[in-house]
């Protein structure tokens, strides 16, 4: 259903199913386990292997941005399928969470800013 | 093309990607669209999923869902007898919803509305829920 790892601080959530009600919640509690564990505030979420998304997944991106929001950390979501596309400009998520970029860019990015 | 089936689910998550897949394989013939098929797919995953969240609730009951082919349009039911809405046009707000602690945003009858082409909601409270979509495709 899913897999973590751990690069350069991020928790990388790599989901590789529908995203809907019925796994929202165990997704969330495996994120949160997680992030606690290892004491770590970004999430960057892999989409590859999501074909389909309705609002649960809207619900639980916005819930995981409220938890890192709250101790500085950030999201991402990389390789967005273009099926998920429309309910995402509808959320009005991309004020809050970034779509747009590779995990190339987003640790090098972070690197940057680290060295700054 | 006319044709048309019903099938009664419990209202059990995992029936939520049942209830999307069978409307997708039920609908192959009329060709549509990636696009369509995905629209289609979340407004009844929607539908379904408020079903099983909001009339429900802890309970399991009975979920009917009946899509019908007629030409090009696609008519798709999903009833409930379940908790009922007191006040439709609140619950169809954008961003309304009873479940806040749930993780809820409160978009699913958004995401109904701009991926069908037409939505009505018959519900009363304590005896259920019926909503009709209708999908005009190209
Ligand atoms: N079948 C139903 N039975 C009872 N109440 C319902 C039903 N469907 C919707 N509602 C009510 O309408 C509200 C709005 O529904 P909507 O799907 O738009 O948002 P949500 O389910 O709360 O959140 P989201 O769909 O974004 O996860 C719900 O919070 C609930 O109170
Ligand atoms: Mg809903």
């Known amino acids: 259903m899913m897999q973590l790892d751990v690069l350069d601080k991020n928790l990388i959530v790599k989901i590789k199913c ?9 997704i969330k ?3 949160e386990r997680k992030l606690e564990l290892l004491n770590l505030k970004n999430i960057i979420f892999d989409f590859e292997r999501v074909d389909f998304m309705d609002s649960s997944g809207i619900g639980m991106l ?7 929001d709250k101790i500085g950390g950030k999201i991402y979501v990389i390789n967005l399928n273009p099926n998920l596309k429309p309910i995402i400009e509808m959320s009005g998520l991309k004020k809050i969470i970034n779509f747009d970029c590779d995990l190339e860019s987003v640790l090098k990015s972070q ?3 680290k060295a700054e | 093309m006319k044709n048309k089936i019903n099938i009664v689910m419990q209202s059990k998550s995992e029936n939520e990607s049942f209830a999307r897949i069978v409307v ?6 009329l060709n549509p669209t990636v696009e369509e098929l995905n629209d289609i797919k979340t407004a009844v995953s929607e539908a379904v999923t408020n079903s099983i969240i909001h009339a429900y609730q802890e309970k399991t009951g009975k979920i009917i869902l009946t899509c019908e082919i007629f030409e090009r ?4 039911i ?17 961003l309304y919803t009873s479940r806040p602690d749930m993780e ?29 979509m209708i999908k005009n495709l190209a």
């Open chain 2, 24 to 29: 997708a394989a039920f609908i192959a013939p």
């Open chain 1, 62 to 68: 916005i819930g995981r941005y409220k938890f890192v």
């Open chain 2, 73 to 76: 349009r696609v008519k798709i």
């Open chain 1, 18 to 26: 529908d995203i809907d009600h019925h796994v929202t919640d165990k």
């Open chain 1, 29 to 31: 509690e495996k994120i």
């Open chain 2, 78 to 94: 999903i009833k409930d007898y379940g908790l009922g809405i007191e006040n439709i046009k609140k619950a169809m707000e954008p």
């Open chain 2, 104 to 132: 809820r945003s409160g978009l699913g009858f958004t995401v109904m509305q701009s991926f069908m082409s037409k939505v009505i909601v018959k519900s009363k409270k304590n005896f259920g829920t019926k909503v009709i």
């Open chain 1, 111 to 113: 690197r940057k800013s």
